[in-house]
């Protein structure tokens, strides 16, 4: 499975981005996917997950009630509704899939696949 993270860009507080991950290949419907953040100087932080079907999704405390993971498997795609955004949401997003979890794992070990990231700047 290939990832192609996009969406990102440059925002004032409070603003919204939607945020994009498609995916190749047709097994994408097997694989839960996660969104994590790395602020700068940071390690990796998962931010949300979703189940392969999509009837569950995960997040990180922070983020709860902000932001809002839901995918497309028809059109391989998984988005991230990103609102009230703040300065500390700033960072690389990554979007990954894994095969044997359920999209909650929290841990980057648990992913197999990596998008290359898309870069968020929340200016206050």
């Known amino acids: 499975v290939r990832l192609q993270a996009s969406g990102g860009g440059l925002v004032q507080t409070g603003d919204s981005l939607s945020l994009r991950c498609e995916a190749s290949?047709?097994?994408?419907?097997?694989?839960?996917v996660g969104w994590f953040h790395r602020a700068p100087g940071k390690e990796r932080e998962f931010v949300a997950g979703i189940s392969r079907s999509g009837a569950n999704t995960y997040y990180a405390d922070s983020v709860k009630g902000r932001f809002t993971i839901s995918r497309d498997n028809a059109k391989n795609t998984v988005s991230l509704q990103m609102n009230s955004l703040k300065p500390e949401d700033t960072g690389i997003y990554y979007c990954?899939?894994?095969?044997?979890?359920?999209?909650?794992?929290?841990?980057?070990?648990?992913?197999?696949?990596w998008g290359q990231g898309t870069l968020v700047t929340v200016s206050s």
């Open positions: 990954a899939a894994e095969r044997r979890g359920a999209g909650s794992s929290r841990g980057t070990a648990e992913y197999d696949y």
């Open positions: 290949g047709h097994t994408f419907p097997n694989y839960a």
